[in-house]
């Protein structure tokens, strides 16, 4: 046999094992897909904490007490946000629910479809009572969304034990990291060290400076959101929780693409609830020409703008360079990592392209430069 | 009997110096540091075991860092086919090499070969840059050492210079 029939059976034989290697994965995947996904998290958790916990241990000199004050800080601070929000949203809804039983919301629907009804040329117009067919609708939607609440207890559960978890994870990275970062190293073979050594740094690189510009990324939506809502207040929009919608208009934004559109969600929904039977609210105008009840129209142009800002000043200058990627091949990765895993899929895709791309660069200089190891 | 428990949360309180410290007080790189500094170091460098005749890096390889030599010694060359090979230092304990790999992306300029077997401390680029962000006056005291240690070695480079061109 002569070497390149022997290299072609080789190739052959390599392709079979590739095959068969992810044949066991997909046979494999649904049982530890959740597992995998947990240890993502705490990763992305952990590299997000070690600044303060590393910054802590050199404070007092202990790593494991470091890392539980840390933890107690942050538990304390999700507690407090968590706890402050949901008493906050429950006095909302009582006050709501008090104020408006299901007949208000539907002769309120119905009025308001009169208004618009009205507001529109006289073409469109239709002969039927379309004001009616919409006010149902409304409520009817209204309902269902109040309705659906219930459903959630269950997702909640679920939701609990993934987070407890990942907690349980993250502390065992945090206080374990540079242990276990240095077992990686110790495990690079002398030939390959400085190389391996340079791909493992190139990689945490990559992924904690893409963290980083997403945390700030995020902390300027959430600024400029809660400006953009208390600009809204002042010209009468009424909206309450400020705080806590801008909050969460940053964190939904972590999300590429369908994340700014969740972000908006919470401000029309209390927009709404606060101006119900509000003359002044339902008539409002955007702009003083198109009708915009409840502040809507006026609330999605203010985070259409907060949303151009982030994405073509603030996210190129903290994310896009972090990784390095071409905003094609980004859209890209995108729809791919939606497809997949959905919403997950396209909070984990830019960086996980960031990290192949970091890998490839490393094989490709490894094959090139062999000679010198 | 001490428990595990507290043991293990207070093992960070543990004073006992390591051979790795001790082999980093010598070097010149860490003098006026801290032992709260030298822990911090630790944690930063990498203990790695070279069989005798081992190459540790080679002449135009990709450099990240320098490296502190624990135990054992090695050799620095240029060329390595017999006949060939020029030695340029020998290095044995305590001594350190390939430094100038934390400043530059420049490849390495000589071979490093392990003379007999022996175990080196690495410290990288990558490590040092990090120190810089998380403990600056660290990194600075490290950094200012370094620079020390170069321009004394320049000087010594510009005294054999001027001997050679008055000669």
């Known amino acids: 046999m002569n070497h390149t029939q022997s290299n072609y059976i080789q190739q052959i034989y390599r392709i079979i094992l590739f095959l068969i290697g992810l044949w066991f994965l997909n046979l494999v995947w649904p049982f530890i897909s959740d597992v995998i996904l947990m240890l993502i998290f705490a990763f992305l958790f952990t590299t997000l904490l070690l600044s303060s916990v590393d910054a802590f241990e050199r404070k007092i000199g202990n790593r494991n007490l470091s890392v539980l004050g840390v933890v107690i800080i942050l538990l304390g601070s999700i507690t407090t946000f968590l706890g402050s929000f949901i008493s906050q949203i429950s006095l909302q809804a009582q006050e709501f629910s008090q104020r408006v039983d299901q007949d208000t919301m539907t002769s309120e629907f119905k009025s308001l479809g009169e208004k618009l009804t009205s507001a529109l040329p006289s073409f469109m117009q239709n002969e039927q009572s379309s004001s009616d067919y919409l006010a149902t609708k409304l409520t009817e939607l209204t309902q269902g969304v109040l309705g659906s609440l219930g459903s959630l207890v269950g997702t909640v559960g679920n939701f609990m034990f993934i987070a407890v978890m990942v907690f349980i994870f993250t502390i065992i990275l945090l206080s374990e990291y540079h242990s276990f970062k240095k077992a990686l190293v110790n495990s690079i073979p002398n030939k390959y060290f400085e190389v391996g050594l340079k791909l493992i740094y190139n990689v945490e690189k990559s992924v904690s400076s893409y963290l980083r510009g997403q945390f700030l990324s995020a902390a300027s939506v959430a600024v400029m959101s809660i400006t953009g809502l208390l600009i809204l207040n002042f010209f009468g929009a009424n909206i309450t929780l400020v705080i806590f919608i801008g909050i969460i208009a940053g964190l939904a934004n972590l999300i590429p693409l369908v994340g700014p559109f969740v972000g908006m969600v919470p401000a029309l929904i209390i927009a709404l609830m606060n101006n119900i039977g509000n003359d002044a609210a339902t008539a409002h105008m955007f702009f003083g020409a198109i009708p915009s009840p409840f502040f809507a129209l006026d609330i999605i142009f203010m985070f259409l703008v907060v949303q151009q800002i982030e994405g073509n000043l603030i996210t190129p200058a903290l994310v896009g360079k972090s990784v390095g990627l071409h905003p094609m091949l980004v859209m890209i990765v995108l729809l791919i990592g939606g497809t997949l895993l959905g919403p997950l899929g396209m909070l984990f895709a830019v960086p996980a392209t960031g990290v192949i791309k970091v890998i490839l660069v490393e094989v490709a200089f490894l094959r090139k430069n062999s000679h010198l190891l | ?167």
């Not at chain 2, 170091?41 to 890096?57: P, T, V």
């Open chain 2, 1 to 167: 009997m001490k428990s595990a428990k507290w043991e293990n949360i207070f093992k960070g309180w543990d004073n006992k110096e390591s051979e790795t410290v001790h082999t980093l007080k010598k070097v010149p790189v860490f003098k006026n540091l801290s032992e709260r500094d030298f822990s911090e170091l630790e944690k930063m460098m990498h203990q790695r075991s070279y069989a005798s005749g081992d190459f540790i890096f080679k002449n135009k390889a990709p450099g990240e860092g320098m490296y502190i030599i624990m135990r054992g010694s090695i050799k620095i060359t240029i060329g390595t086919n017999e006949g060939s090979e020029n030695t340029l230092a020998e290095l044995g304990k305590g001594e350190f090499f390939g430094e100038l790999a934390l400043f530059d992306d420049e490849p390495r300029s000589a071979n490093a070969i392990a003379l007999d077997d022996c175990v080196l401390l690495g410290l990288f680029t990558p490590d040092l840059m990090i120190l810089q962000e998380r403990n600056p006056v660290l990194g600075h005291k490290i950094m200012f050492n370094l620079g020390g240690l170069l321009g004394e070695r320049l000087r010594k480079t510009n005294h054999l210079l001027i001997k050679e061109q008055s000669k």
